[in-house]
């Protein structure tokens, strides 16, 4: 079975500052890892995702994540957070020929002017 | 045009009452999901459908049905809907032909539902 725990469930930053949310995940197999953005009233949106290729995966918007085995870990960073960051962000497991998504908790960001 | 479309976007109903929610895509996509989505809970798995034969539990089945009419379509049934069934609720699908490496899910805008 897979799970992701998202650690804190509101992040503030000021714009252009570092935008960083935390994301670990349990697998009893290689897992698929992904990120996913929520904006307000809208459905989910991938972000970016790892599937064993690249440790670090590079998104939309900015944003990235790197892949940390050892750590057992799938941050999502963005150097420079714009207001439009605004939203909540998921983190999702699935393990290798699963298809299924499992997702933590959430978390969402606020940016100050 | 969207390519995953969720009817209605809102509703009201009352305890008891019987509501069916739709989903339907234009990807072309075989796999099909319902979630739910609860504050601080994330999205949990209703169920899910790997093709229009292949109906499969989630992790919150119990007072939800489903039915998949056809490979575009499927649909989501509360047959006696309580008030702790208010959630916001998506459908999302993804494609078997990439392979294991493609499990990206595509999700709808959502559908929220109040049960009074």
């Known amino acids: 079975a897979q799970s992701v725990t998202q650690l804190g469930s509101h992040v503030s930053v000021s714009e252009g500052a570092l935008v960083l949310l935390r994301c670990n995940y349990s697998?009893?197999?290689?897992?698929?890892l992904f990120w996913y953005v929520q904006y307000p009233n809208q459905g989910l949106q991938l972000l970016l995702k790892?599937?064993?290729?690249?440790?670090l995966v590079k998104g939309i918007n900015g944003f990235e994540a790197e892949f940390k085995k050892s750590e057992t870990s799938f941050h999502l960073t963005k150097p420079s957070a714009h207001m439009s960051d605004a939203a909540e962000y998921f983190c999702?497991?699935?393990?290798?020929?699963?298809?299924?998504?499992?997702f933590g908790a959430g978390t969402t960001v606020t940016v100050r002017a | 045009d969207a390519d995953v479309t969720q009817t209605p976007r809102n509703r009201i109903t009352k305890t008891g009452k019987r509501i069916m929610l739709e989903c339907s895509q234009t990807?072309?996509?075989?796999?099909m999901y319902w979630y739910r989505q609860d504050p601080g809970l994330g999205l949990r798995l209703i169920y899910y459908?790997?093709?229009?034969?292949?109906?499969n539990k989630g992790e919150i089945s119990d007072g939800y049905s489903v039915s998949r009419q056809a490979q575009a379509k499927f649909s989501l049934s509360l047959e006696s809907a309580i008030p702790n069934q208010t959630a916001l609720y998506f459908c999302?699908?993804?494609?078997?032909?990439?392979?294991?490496?493609?499990?990206?899910?595509?999700f709808g805008p959502g559908t929220r539902l109040l049960v009074l």
């Open positions: 999302a699908t993804s494609d078997s032909v990439g392979g294991g490496e493609d499990e990206t899910q595509y």
């Open positions: 697998s009893s197999v290689p897992p698929y």
């Open positions: 790892y599937t064993s290729a690249a440790t």
């Open positions: 999702a497991v699935s393990g290798t020929n699963d298809y299924k998504l499992s």
């Open positions: 990807k072309g996509h075989d796999r």
């Open positions: 459908s790997f093709d229009v034969k292949d109906i």
